[in-house]
């Protein structure tokens, strides 16, 4: 065996265990530290969480945010969680409470957890780690979800809203009393290319919009009568497109669903139909 080759199969050797031991084993995405009860309120409330939701907390502690979710809101969830005691406390406080038809702690990784049946996912995570999240919560949620997160924002994803309220209880968390609370909706899927049907006074012919999405950010173009106009304004919003074209006082909403678009324009005080659907 050449020198080469040695230096290989010893390489193998070394490097293959460490990979499957740094699959693994769970990264850590955060020490135990409570949310505070005022905090959890608002997350929840400013979510909107209701009896028809089933909220699933990304590291969840005590479990106080899904338990509140179910006490409070009338929510089903499901705590996920790495630390043995955390989830057997949180089970049993949910069976005292009354509460264990309705919620579940289970330990597990959350990174591996399948959170596709979620309307509702919570997270108070190291910031790095909400990142490392964004790719998931984008391919497994439905359109429409909601993600919460506590003091760490999502880069490069704008909030539906955020909530802010100074709590004393921070200070010895976080060295200050500031705290936010992010909620995200998760969009529609919109990029690619669509022909639209505008109304009369509008265009003399169908439109066709180019779109481009980065997480929660839409840009792109539309081609209409001959001219190329950038998109101006683009919100979505789970699966509701807003947009301008640029140069034109034209207001487009619409709502996407799967692969058509259907709203109104709104242009010199009338409110008018418009369609669209996916070509490419
Ligand atoms: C800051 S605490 C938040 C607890 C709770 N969500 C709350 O807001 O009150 C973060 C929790 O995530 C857990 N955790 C860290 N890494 C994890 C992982 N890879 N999988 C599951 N849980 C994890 C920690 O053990 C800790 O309890």
Avoid: C
Avoid at 169 to 186: A, D, L, M, Q, W
């Amino acid at each position: 065996m050449s020198r080469q080759s040695q230096l290989g199969v010893l390489l193998a050797a070394v490097l293959l265990p460490l990979a499957v031991l740094a699959q693994d084993k769970p990264v850590d995405a955060g020490p135990y530290v409570p949310s505070p009860d005022s905090a959890v309120a608002a997350m929840l409330r400013e979510a909107n969480v209701g009896p028809d939701d089933y909220l699933i907390d990304l590291g969840s502690g005590d479990g106080k945010i899904v338990r509140t979710a179910a006490l409070v809101f009338g929510a089903r969830g499901l705590g996920v969680e790495i630390q043995d005691k955390l989830v057997e406390q949180s089970n049993e406080m949910a069976k005292k409470e009354g509460i264990a038809d309705r919620v579940r702690f289970v330990k597990q990784d959350l990174f591996k957890t399948d959170i596709s049946q979620a309307t509702v996912v919570t997270m108070y995570l190291l910031p790095q780690t909400v990142n490392l999240l964004r790719e998931k919560l984008l391919a497994e949620l439905r359109p429409g979800s909601r993600v919460v997160s506590h003091d760490y924002s999502l880069a490069g994803w704008t909030p539906q809203k955020t909530f802010e309220m100074d709590l004393e209880e921070k200070v010895s968390i976080s060295g200050i009393t500031r705290t936010v609370i992010y909620v995200y909706v998760i969009p529609a899927k919109v990029a690619g290319n669509w022909r639209a049907v505008l109304p009369a006074l509008l265009a003399a012919g169908p439109m066709r919009l180019d779109l481009r999405q980065e997480g929660t950010t839409v840009t792109g173009e539309a081609l209409l009568d001959g001219s190329k106009l950038p998109l101006a304004d683009a919100r979505l919003v789970g699966n509701e497109l807003s947009f301008r074209l640029a140069g034109r006082e034209a207001l487009f909403r619409g709502k996407v669903t799967g692969a058509a678009i259907e709203g109104t324009v709104e242009l010199r005080g009338k409110s008018l139909p418009w369609a669209a659907n996916r070509s490419g």
